[in-house]
């Protein structure tokens, strides 16, 4: 471990590994390769922020004050002035409320590839400290800041606000992006201009956290926002449960932006020697604008975050929305041969397995009796996963293992242990039956761990875990905890739900698994380091997938984004569209399928079929590729176009939608980004319907070409009229030469 000393000729250089912390006095300097953070650490005094933004030399940091950079608090606590807005309420044992945060010492250290520093800060009246962390990595614009707060007091001291960041930005043409939405509609872009008052976003489901609304936005610094300029800041809170973020706008110089726990009917008692730890948030900054943002967060994700990030996804088929819980296994079987035919690689049986004493027709009976229906699957799971491997596909299982029904085996044993106020009756969410399990009880995660555990160990021919949650807290309420720690249940159950993902990860490190929440509700960094990717939204619609899989875009890579082709008319939105149009927009994040093969007409057979094969050929790109956002179907310019670039610049893939048919309509050239201005490119067409090729096909064209001009992209196929169709979509190969 490194101490900072405070000598104005001491420097500790670390830029060898792309992160360095610089004690010149008391300046902190934490650095990502391009990127700067600067404070003021002065022993005794409070942590001051400096500066955030592009990267500065040493050399820069003693006159950045002097250039009109003003300091302000960077994390405070509630006391002195207490019309500011800080990060941290406290009362203290003897029922003082106010605090005065001084920094103590600044220290440094490497784990596990990264860097973190921490400024260690304590009440300079109270023994009751608070460190500020910061942890960077070597290969990543981006970083993680969350404070451990620590009572050495005498007696309980109690949080009533326990933000993991507070980042002031200086007053001016700020725009905030964020997502916005609700079930079978999430992640709706919305882009606003700040102005005085208190913005917030937040989640008080206490399960699930981003159906309605996302624990990310993106501050636009230099007026609205724009996808390839701009200076911008990117922040995720990384959390699984209630959040709250912050950007209040008064007279000062700056806004004023908070990021933590919800902390709404959560006020948490510390014991004396307790220590809280914050979940992290993760925050970037960028001159390249929205994509700048969103390209940092994807690499980040990857290769720090998200579960086998290094690992291409299979293209599965599953069963959910071919026959819902009309689950035997002839059709199972039937299914399974299917999606070897079409060309997928991983079968999912989805809800309606299970059940003993209650049967699974139906969302409300037998969740929680993880026991296989042999009315339905005489021959049990491991039968259909011999049936997959013969058939050339793995298996996988859909589980809810935080849930149970009232109607079932387990509730009836322990009615103990499910989430229910005192003297209250229970209420109960999907199917009138579906209640929540008490993860703060220790029984109940041993459970829950068990369960998956013998899953996967009597059957171990499954590879693949689709785990959901289709219920919130409906009645504040533990039978667990005691009555003064009522208050403690949604940060008690979301640290319990995270020790049993940690302790099913340390028995089954190798299996994959998908994070479902009712459809998008569990779409959060702070669950994808220990799952391989999410379910965007249980609304399949290929044209409302548009928007809902462009909003997910800017935080979240397309390798953790499930995106299926489903049958039409659809099942949510009951809109017809053409298989093409379907494939090729699943063909934009992880390719899958979510429908009953048998009732494809042979036209759409065989289109899944060469979808699936081009994007197989292209997988690597799409997956591990640079995004760039190029028109956005929210400009209502009648069409929506992205694209991906391989790390090596030498391939791409460009997805072009139309989203508006209107007669006589002319859509925009768009143009290309990403790409070497000097370098050739091969342009052919992938998943092509049309009986004549596009006047480009096989053509090359230079980079720089491309990026300027762009191409005109024909918006009607070259089909027979009674294949025609309102809506078309083409999705372009560049290879380098």
């Not at 933590?260 to 970037?284: H, Q, W």
């Amino acid at each position: 471990m490194v101490r900072l000393s405070k000598c104005a000729c001491s420097i500790l250089s670390l830029t060898v590994l792309a992160v360095s912390h610089t004690a010149a006095g008391e300046t902190v300097h934490v650095q990502t390769p391009s990127t700067s953070l600067v404070l003021e650490a002065n022993k005794g005094e409070e942590l001051k922020f400096v500066y955030y933004g592009t990267g500065l030399g040493a050399e820069e940091i003693p006159g950045i004050v002097a250039a009109g950079i003003p300091d302000a608090k960077a994390y405070a606590a509630y006391g002195k002035y207490p019309d500011d807005e800080t990060p941290l309420w406290v009362v203290h044992s003897d029922g003082n409320m106010t605090s005065r945060l001084v920094v103590r010492e600044v220290v440094t250290d490497s784990a596990g590839g990264s860097f973190v520093t921490k400024v260690m800060t304590s009440d300079d009246v109270y023994p009751f400290d608070v460190d500020v962390c910061y942890r960077t990595y070597p290969d990543s614009e981006v970083f993680e800041t969350w404070t451990e707060i620590t009572n050495r007091e005498k007696g309980e001291v109690l949080l009533t606000r326990y933000d993991s960041a507070y980042l002031p930005v200086h007053m001016g043409n700020v725009w905030v992006s964020h997502m916005a939405g609700t079930w079978a509609n999430e992640s709706r872009i919305v882009e606003e201009l700040l102005l005085p008052g208190v913005m917030r976003i937040r989640n008080k489901d206490g399960v699930r956290n981003s159906q309605t609304s996302r624990a990310e936005v993106m501050l636009s610094l230099d007026g609205p926002p724009h996808e390839r300029h701009g200076a911008t800041i990117g922040a995720a809170l990384c959390y699984s449960g209630n959040y709250v973020m912050d950007i209040e706008t008064h007279t000062g110089r700056y806004h004023h932006f908070r990021a933590g726990i919800n902390p709404d009917n959560s006020s948490y008692r510390l014991k004396p020697g307790e220590r809280f730890v914050t979940p992290p948030v993760a925050m970037t900054f960028s001159l390249e604008g929205k994509g700048g943002v969103s390209r940092n967060f994807h690499r980040w994700g990857r290769q720090h975050m998200l579960r086998h990030g290094d690992s291409s996804r299979k293209v599965l088929l599953n069963s959910w929305e071919g026959v819902y819980f009309d689950i035997d296994e002839p059709k199972m079987v039937a299914m399974i041969k299917d999606a070897s035919a079409l060309g997928g690689e991983l079968f999912v049986m989805d809800d309606g397995w299970f059940g003993g004493k209650y049967q699974r027709n139906d969302d409300s009976k037998a969740l929680g009796d993880w026991v296989t229906d042999r009315r339905k699957l005489p021959n049990g799971l491991n039968a259909l996963a011999d049936s997959a491997r013969v058939a050339g596909v793995g298996f996988g299982l859909w589980l809810e293992p935080e849930m149970a029904d009232i109607s079932s085996e387990i509730y009836e044993k322990h009615p103990d242990w499910v989430l229910k106020a005192s003297r209250r009756d229970i209420v109960a969410g999907r199917g009138g039956s579906q209640v929540v399990l008490d993860f703060s009880n220790p029984k109940v995660r041993d459970y829950a761990v068990d369960v998956v555990d013998m899953i996967l160990k009597e059957n171990p021919g499954i590879e693949y875990i689709k785990w959901d949650s289709n219920s919130g807290i409906y009645m504040h309420g533990s039978q667990h905890l005691p009555k003064e720690r009522q208050s403690h249940l949604y940060i008690d159950w979301h640290k319990g739900f995270e020790e049993v993902l940690k302790r099913v990860r340390e028995r089954h490190p190798d299996i994959v698994m998908q994070a479902c929440g009712g459809g998008g509700g569990r779409v959060n960094w702070g669950v994808l380091r220990y799952f391989d990717e999410f379910w965007t939204s249980d609304n399949t619609d290929p044209l409302q997938r548009i928007y809902m899989q462009w909003g997910t875009s800017h935080f979240y890579p397309a390798i953790a984004m499930a995106a299926h082709i489903s049958a039409s008319p659809n099942h949510q939105t009951r809109r017809s569209t053409p298989i093409k149009f379907r494939a090729d927009v699943a063909m934009s994040g992880r390719l899958g399928i979510e429908l009953q093969p048998k009732e494809m007409t042979e036209e759409e057979r065989n289109v899944c079929r060469q979808a699936i094969a081009d994007y197989k050929s292209v997988r690597g790109t799409i997956q591990f590729g640079d995004l760039y956002r190029l028109v956005s179907p929210y400009d209502r310019l009648g069409v929506a176009s992205l694209m991906y670039v391989s790390p090596q610049k030498d391939d791409a893939v460009v997805f072009w939608y139309r989203t508006e048919p209107f007669a006589g309509q002319i859509l925009p050239m768009v143009k290309l980004d990403g790409l070497e201005r000097e370098r050739m490119y091969t342009v052919t067409e992938l998943n092509r319907i049309d009986d004549t090729p596009m006047p480009f096909e096989g053509k090359s064209y230079s980079g720089a070409f491309l990026m300027d001009n762009g191409l005109d992209i024909p918006y009607r196929h070259d089909v027979p009229d009674d294949r025609k169709s309102e809506y078309s979509s083409r999705v372009l190969h560049l290879v380098a030469q």
